[in-house]
């Protein structure tokens, strides 16, 4: 099964503080998705990638920026954090195999922005 | 665009009974799936069922869906739910190296 690792599992963050929060993925999967969830809106597409060295805006890109180092990690950074980014943020990974595209999920980041 | 509707925010069942959560999409792509995602209590998402062949019947864990390209939808149903059946249900499509999910529905089962 698909393994995809997030850490920290949860962080308290002081507002206009910089945030990191990173996802490792071991299955070789060419894309990788950040997304966040909060009630009433599901999962909503922050920032995703095709591979190593790219990163594309998803529907919600206000206020982070992504990462993908290589084709096992991807960050979310929040530059200048804010109340309204607490919440839960999973990042994914998938592959456009058999003319569709499945994600695996880690387990979540929960972040609160104080 | 592409999208993925679910109406139904919560959905309440005694445990039981039938239920049947909807899903109906809208997608320009050809090559695509169509997942419901089972998410319970503190977890991640998890895949629950796939389909792309049209009227053809996926089931998986109890859970049955039939994808109807003529009616855009992909309804997920459930002959007799358990308590262990709570959980939030996301209907998703995915093609072109993206993936489209729904609000998610909340699913209680009563007792």
């Known amino acids: 099964e698909a393994a995809v690792t997030q850490s920290p599992r949860n962080k308290v963050a002081v507002t206009g503080g910089k945030v990191t929060l990173s996802c490792n993925q071991t299955n070789n999967h060419n894309n990788m998705y950040w997304y966040r969830q909060d009630t009433g809106h599901g999962l909503r597409l922050i920032h995703y990638?095709?591979?190593?060295?790219?990163?594309e805006k998803g529907d919600i890109p206000d206020g982070y920026k992504a990462s993908r180092p290589s084709q096992e990690n991807f960050s979310l950074i929040l530059e200048l954090a804010t109340p309204s980014q607490t919440s839960v943020y999973f990042c994914?990974?998938?592959?456009?195999?058999?003319?569709?595209?499945?994600?695996?999920f880690g387990k979540g980041t929960r972040l609160t922005v104080v | 665009g592409d999208s993925v509707t679910q109406t139904e925010g919560l959905v309440t069942v005694t445990e039981g009974l039938p239920v049947m959560l909807n899903c109906t999409y809208q997608t320009a792509y050809s090559d695509v799936a169509f997942f419901w995602y089972v998410q319970y209590l503190n977890e991640a998402p998890k895949l629950l069922l796939r389909s792309s062949t049209d009227n053809k019947r996926t089931e998986h864990q109890g859970f049955h869906a039939t994808l109807h390209k003529s009616s855009s939808s992909f309804h997920l149903q459930k002959s007799s739910v358990q308590l262990s059946d709570s959980a939030l249900y996301y209907c998703a499509l995915g093609g072109n190296n993206r993936i489209f999910f729904g609000d998610g529905t909340q699913l209680v089962v009563k007792p």
């Open positions: 994914a990974s998938g592959d456009q195999g058999q003319g569709y595209t499945e994600v695996f």
């Open positions: 990638s095709y591979g190593a060295g790219s990163t």
